[in-house]
């Protein structure tokens, strides 16, 4: 069996994925034949990325291209990914990123001597020459730990709020268990349900200080910076998460995080300029339905954690009357990498 898996999607990312795929190229050298394949998934690719796929294919040892005749989004295009992977591990990486020389050789030897269901990476984020290093925040490093400890507690940044998929190392059997898979149709924050799911339903964890994957902030096509109607995606991914968790065994104990994570996060989209203005409106009152929507008591309960002005806010469009958002804008057709950069835009301090 082959032993670790790498999967890349790729959408219209033509300026980027050339240093992706030199990355690749130098950490294959790293392998003998049949322990590592880099599963590239080009995701209905319009503007030249399939052509570099192409080429890659037969430049780079140990790729596969796996074509998809339909563009999905990012979620979609990773579960072609996890379809086709064969490896006894798995990880991922964005087609706009890329990964340090010798760092899935050093991921691997994590993976196999921890032996847990998924281990967790810190990265580096690159803005235009700006480097800063993410670190996992979770601080006990190298030591195998129960993945529902490190959801807790609801006012403090914590594991789930790490959801880069890309920032670590999973166990094939989290992928036949159903755990690894992406919820198809999101195509923004696609990795919050999913990052819940692991550490709710995988029996173990670690965290362990690599720093090998380099993520590219600032990508001119990012949702992060484009403010169509994939942005109310959102919405949908924390509704999801949100009912999840109410059927967990733990879902009291769970739930005050989930709903007091999901009230930061429509704060931080209200308080954003990404939107275009026909669209403003909708968010208004598609967020003012979500609140209403939540726990009355959970609810009351995240705001009076919350600052003044943040709680004031969320306060306030709970309470506006309920009206027509108006005609549905039609969205543009998402790029997988840059659906992919969204989740950041929702994670960590945001989050909080």
């Given at each position: 069996?082959?032993?670790?898996?790498v999967?890349?999607?790729?959408?219209?990312?033509?300026?980027?994925?050339p240093?992706a795929l030199?990355?690749?190229?130098?950490?294959?050298?790293?392998?003998?034949?049949?322990?590592?394949e880099?599963?590239?998934?080009d995701?209905?690719?319009?503007?030249?990325t399939?052509?570099?796929?192409?080429?890659?294919?037969?430049?780079i040892p140990?790729?596969?291209?796996?074509?998809r005749?339909?563009?999905?989004g990012v979620?979609?295009?990773?579960?072609?990914?996890?379809?086709?992977?064969?490896g006894?591990?798995?990880?991922?990486l964005?087609?706009?990123?890329?990964?340090a020389?010798?760092?899935?050789?050093?991921?691997?030897?994590?993976?196999?001597?921890?032996?847990?269901?998924?281990?967790?990476?810190?990265h580096?984020?690159c803005?235009?020459r700006r480097?800063t290093?993410?670190?996992?925040?979770?601080?006990?490093?190298?030591?195998v730990?129960?993945p529902?400890?490190?959801?807790?507690?609801?006012?403090?940044?914590?594991?789930?709020?790490?959801?880069?998929?890309w920032?670590?190392?999973y166990h094939?059997?989290?992928?036949?268990?159903?755990?690894?898979?992406?919820?198809?149709?999101?195509?923004t924050a696609?990795d919050?349900?999913?990052?819940w799911?692991?550490?709710?339903e995988?029996s173990?964890?670690?965290v362990?200080?690599?720093?090998?994957?380099f993520?590219r902030?600032?990508?001119?096509d990012?949702?992060?910076?484009?403010?169509?109607e994939?942005q109310?995606?959102f919405?949908?991914a924390y509704?999801?998460l949100?009912e999840e968790?109410s059927?967990?065994?733990d879902?009291?104990?769970l739930?005050?995080?989930?709903v007091?994570t999901?009230?930061?996060?429509?704060?931080?989209h209200?308080?954003?300029?990404?939107?275009?203005p026909r669209?403003?409106?909708?968010?208004?009152a598609?967020c003012?339905e979500?609140?209403?929507r939540l726990?009355?008591d959970?609810?009351?309960?995240?705001?009076?954690?919350?600052?003044?002005?943040r709680?004031?806010r969320?306060?306030?469009?709970?309470?506006r009357p309920?009206?027509?958002p108006?005609?549905?804008a039609?969205?543009?057709a998402?790029?997988?990498?840059?659906?992919?950069?969204?989740?950041?835009?929702?994670?960590?301090?945001?989050?909080?």
């Open positions: 069996m082959v032993k670790l898996s999967i890349v999607p790729f959408r219209n990312v033509r300026p980027y994925a240093d030199r990355s690749l190229q130098v950490n294959s050298a790293d392998f003998e034949k049949g322990e590592i880099f599963v590239l998934v995701d209905s690719s319009t503007d030249g399939s052509d570099l796929l192409d080429r890659a294919e037969k430049e140990h790729a596969v291209v796996v074509r005749g339909r563009q999905g979620a979609a295009a990773r579960n072609s990914g996890l379809d086709a992977a064969r006894e591990f798995l990880t991922f964005d087609g706009d990123d890329w990964a020389p010798g760092h899935y050789r050093r991921l691997l030897a994590a993976a196999e001597s921890l032996g847990c269901d998924f281990v967790r990476t810190d580096v984020s803005t235009g480097r290093l993410v670190r996992a925040p979770h601080g006990l490093r190298g030591t730990l129960d529902r400890d490190a959801i807790l507690p609801a006012h403090r940044t914590t594991s789930v709020d790490y959801a880069y998929a920032a670590g190392v094939r059997r989290l992928l036949e268990s159903g755990v690894l898979r992406f919820d198809d149709g999101l195509h696609e919050r349900p999913w990052i799911r692991l550490h709710r995988a173990s964890f670690a362990v200080g690599l720093t090998g994957v993520y902030r600032g990508v001119a990012s949702l992060t910076r484009i403010g169509d994939r109310l995606d919405i949908r509704d999801l949100v968790t059927r967990d065994r879902a009291a104990a739930l005050p995080k989930a007091r999901y009230c930061a996060v429509v704060h931080h209200l308080t954003g300029d990404r939107f275009e669209l403003t409106r909708t968010l208004r598609r003012a979500a609140l209403r726990p009355d959970l609810v009351r309960e995240a705001l009076d954690s919350m600052d003044a002005g709680s004031a969320l306060r306030r469009l709970r309470r309920v009206l027509s108006g005609p549905r039609e969205p543009t998402p790029g997988t990498a840059a659906a992919a950069s969204t989740t950041a835009a929702t994670s960590g301090e945001d989050a909080r």
